[in-house]
T-cell receptor, first 112, second 112 residues
């Protein structure tokens, strides 16, 4: 089944403790992206990647890092999480704008 | 800048038609999308429309695009309780067509 898999689904952590949210797609998509969803703000793009080793900042990149060493994986790294990063995170991949995005099921992160 | 706006809530009776509206600012957008988000799930692409089209119909869904007013709408005919979800309008960025700008989402509630 074609899908985008994120892990974990839920995560509660403490301020300052580094964490990684994994994202993997099995559709051989070149384009991958991370979004965060907050009430009243819709989805905002954090980082995106056009292909292996090609990443760029989205609209809200502060406090986040990404890497794209392989085509299928696009992990999101929070080096020192803070409470304002409490949010619902989505990874998505695309074969091109004609096809739209395929989204993962989301990761709900709480930073206390 | 690029911005997409939607009303936050819509409530309809089962069997009626629902119309969800969206306005966008980037007149150069090539593609416009409608996504559906069910509780606890990621976003699912419902339909899209090219900017050179006025209308697109897909079973119970009708998308209308008014480029002059930068207005997009999604009509759901014979709305069912299973249509209850959050609906996001999105436009492709004119400088990066693989990047999507999302609206805040409209929560559709269908009551019997």
């Amino acid at each position: 089944e074609a899908q985008v898999t994120q892990n974990p689904r839920y995560l509660i952590t403490v301020t300052g403790k580094k964490l990684t949210v994994t994202c993997s797609q099995n559709m051989n998509h070149e384009y991958m992206s991370w979004y965060r969803q907050d009430p009243g703000l819709g989805l905002r793009q954090i980082y995106y990647s056009m292909n292996v080793e090609v990443t760029d900042k989205g609209d809200v990149p502060e406090g986040y890092k990404v890497s794209r060493k392989e085509k299928r994986n696009f992990p999101l790294i929070l080096e020192s999480p803070s409470p304002n990063q409490t949010s619902l995170y989505f990874c998505a991949s695309s074969a091109g704008h004609f096809y739209g995005y395929t989204f993962g099921s989301g990761t709900r992160l709480t930073v206390v | 800048g690029e911005d997409v706006e939607q009303s936050l809530f819509l409530s309809v009776r089962e069997g009626d038609s629902s119309v969800i509206n969206c306005t966008y600012t980037d007149s150069s957008s090539t593609y416009l999308y409608w996504y559906k988000q069910e509780p606890g799930a990621g976003l699912q692409l419902l339909t899209y429309i090219f900017s050179n089209m006025d209308m697109k119909q897909d079973q119970r869904l009708t998308v209308l695009l008014n480029k002059k007013d930068k207005h997009l709408s999604l009509r759901i005919a014979d709305t069912q309780t299973g249509d209850s979800a959050i609906y996001f309008c999105a436009e492709s960025s004119s400088y990066n067509t693989d990047k999507l700008i999302f609206g805040t989402g409209t929560r559709l509630q269908v009551f019997p």
